[in-house]
């Protein structure tokens, strides 16, 4: 989606994330989320079918896919658990501390994008 055709809110979202930490977002996400948004504007399709854009992309890409659950308790604490473990029974989480807004206080399921230096991304 264009800045221009954006509403108003939409806008100061995007305008408050500076662009090499939005740029990094979107090397993290996977291809098939990435290559859907090339439909949004020319602009997004040429970011998506851009050779460096692909390469870079790719160079970024998790050499194994982790997947795990985050489990939201009521003191705000995240604890994300590797699925893995679950089979050999051996369970371990990693507990984060974090300030959440009030939207995120409320019952929600959440996918853990990616982390890196300590920065998790969820996506609800």
């Not at 602009?43 to 998506?48: A, G, P």
């Not at 308790?73 to 989480?93: K, M, Q």
């Not at 507990?95 to 994008?113: A, G, M, N, P, W």
């Amino acid at each position: 989606m264009e800045l221009k055709k954006m509403k108003k809110g939409e806008k100061n979202v995007i305008s408050k994330l500076p662009i090499d930490i939005f740029f990094d977002i979107l090397l993290r996400l996977p291809i098939k989320t990435i290559s859907q948004w090339r439909r949004l504007s020319k602009t997004w399709y040429d970011l998506v079918l851009n050779p460096r854009f692909a390469t870079i992309h790719y160079a970024k890409a998790p050499q194994n896919h982790t997947i795990y659950a985050v489990i939201h308790d009521w003191n705000n604490t995240f604890y994300l658990i590797d699925h893995e473990c679950f089979d050999n029974r051996n369970v371990s989480a990693v507990s984060l501390q974090c300030q959440t807004s009030r939207i995120c206080r409320k019952f929600y399921c959440y996918e853990v994008v990616g982390c890196v230096n300590g920065l998790v991304c969820f996506v609800s």
